[in-house]
């Protein structure tokens, strides 16, 4: 029997919340019979959901507050007037030993700032990054940063390519992750100077990441690596379009699919397998993000993702401390510091 | 009857030359008599490909060189040594008054290198960038810089807006084309210190471009603006992460609809409808990049492309003189002149 774990659930966070959130949780208490939620936000909302789900509601506590971090709350404004939300809360418990992991399907640059001010950067690490995984045309693959950080310096791709790599061991997997550097040609002359220093340090160092080199975008779709690294910016562009291009395909697809009466009766036939096809990019079976690189296990949901979608992200969350996670980075980033990284960034 | 134009072709460039370049010229020459081809590359193997080719025969001369610029020829190696390659021919054949456009399937570095130097910059344009078109939710948009500036300042792109412009104008038969930022939010606030700088001088300023703000990555296959601005590293990534996805759904929608006997049969009844479907994907209806900013009609092919696609390049080309592409962009230039964003650059 596993020791049993407490998640700390933001209960108002999302489009969906409380409902998607508790819908959530009733899906994983299922077959998570080891791991206890405590729920913060409006009683009033999550007391009659939990009635009506008696699963979560053997495995859920619930604290009462009223206070939320709203959709367009300033990073800045939430941290400081947003200190009894039910996400600060939700962050303060992890912080405060009470949960091992948060989940929040709310406000990202308020989840981020909070995260960060309340749990701390890991030592050897300057920012931390946002990472998930999604479907190639080969295994699924883990990409960061997506959008936590706008401007990177070869550092900070050097600690992204590290947290990277144990994440993929973890969420893949994987023994041995391929990593590789997002660019805009595979030669050593191209890009700009972040990432050709970054190249040159996984090149030379003694890091515990098998460096793959440069990718481009259509390594991406491809599967080339199991770790993709990147800035910030560009790493969100490359996210956001790869899912953008998808939903472009599937509108065309259904638009042909519908479009006469012999396609009709094609797809009614082709149905089982296009439902396969259709399951495959479910974006709910990769949602649940994570917030690299803090002293804490912190999952941003999708704000628009439904009961499924919550599920895979508290999974995403369980799995992670399950795995003991943090300790597994602990130990690689002992290389980073011994390979002076630290020191660099500390003297800029 | 239309005056009859001439166009530079470098006849040894790509994978497939000097096949597709003379099958692509055979296709185009059907429906244009009043297009020339001037084809630079070897005689000895273009004779009998035109001898097979008795349409393009009769529209072609050929100006014979032995030189060719290799695929993995640096951009400053091949400006110094390959002066006389079908290439650089092909370029000074532009230059000097003789060819109305340029178009080649070779060394993307080597003839933005060589074009930039033979045909000079555009008054008013400090670097020339990649745009093309491609297919969205919507109509088409055009995208750019698609690799050719690593790093952009916030002059760089208002000058890429404009030119973006007055290519949708002309490649997508718009009169007033909606003009977008690429950014990883929608909000003022968010992104580098280049695109918050650059909407505000196309918010404030009367240049001829109807701005629409910042979109983000999945705005680009829904087509949420006709033309999307943004700096070459993050182009050429979001570019090959858009046809990465769209490889990677190709392959997992035919894996499914092979996968089962009744999905092959449902595939082959709505076969007319993913055929439909295919071919507005297909990549080289939307071969044929321009490098806009030059004092010169120059376009890009696809180095992997075929006869079609080579076909769709030279069609890019031909459009754009037909309809003066370069005195309309002289016309917006005077605009940004005029805003003394010329100036601001000059004094950098």
């Known amino acids: 029997m596993l020791e049993t774990i407490t998640v700390a659930v933001d209960g108002m966070g999302g489009d969906g919340a409380p409902f998607?959130?508790?819908?959530?949780?009733?899906?994983?208490?299922?077959?998570r019979p080891d791991v206890h939620f405590l729920v913060f936000g409006d009683e009033a909302k999550l007391r009659p959901l939990l009635a009506s789900h008696p699963g979560a509601k053997?495995?859920?506590d619930i604290r009462h507050t009223d206070e939320i971090v709203a959709n367009d709350d300033k990073p800045t404004a939430a941290l400081r007037s947003r200190k009894n939300s039910s996400m600060r809360l939700a962050i303060d418990s992890v912080a405060a030993g009470e949960s091992s992991t948060i989940v929040s399907a709310g406000n990202t640059g308020a989840l981020m700032a909070m995260a960060t001010i309340v749990l701390k950067m890991l030592p050897g690490i300057n920012r931390p990054a946002i990472v998930t995984s999604f479907p190639t045309e080969n295994n699924d693959c883990v990409m960061l940063d997506l959008g936590a950080n706008?401007?990177?310096?070869?550092?900070?791709l050097v600690q992204f390519a590290v947290m990277g790599e144990v994440f993929a061991r973890n969420e893949l997997n994987l023994t041995q992750p391929s990593v590789g550097l997002l660019n805009v040609g595979s030669e050593g002359l191209k890009g700009n100077d972040s990432v050709k220093k970054a190249a040159a340090i996984l090149e030379s160092s003694n890091l515990p990441v098998?460096?793959?080199g440069f990718v481009e975008g259509d390594d991406i779709g491809k599967g080339t690596v199991d770790v993709i690294v990147t800035d910030g910016f560009t790493g969100n562009i490359a996210l956001k379009t790869a899912e953008g291009t998808a939903k472009m395909f599937t509108h065309f697809l259904k638009n042909s699919l519908t479009s006469t009466l012999t396609a009709k009766l094609g797809a009614l036939v082709a149905r089982p397998a296009l439902e396969r096809f259709r399951d495959h990019f479910d974006p709910r079976r990769y949602n649940g993000a994570m917030l690299v690189g803090l002293n804490g296990v912190c999952i941003k949901s999708h704000g628009g993702t439904d009961a499924i979608g919550f599920a895979h992200a508290l999974e995403v969350g369980i799995n992670l401390v399950r795995r003991n996670f943090n300790e597994l980075i602990k130990e690689d980033l002992g290389c980073l510091i011994s390979n002076k990284l630290e020191a660099q960034t500390a003297a800029k």
Not at 20 to 31: A, E, M, N, P, R
């Open 210 to 212: 098998k460096f793959y």
């Open 58 to 60: 053997a495995a859920c």
């Open 150 to 156: 706008i401007e990177c310096d070869e550092v900070n």
């Open 20 to 31: 998607s959130v508790i819908g959530g949780i009733d899906l994983v208490c299922k077959s």
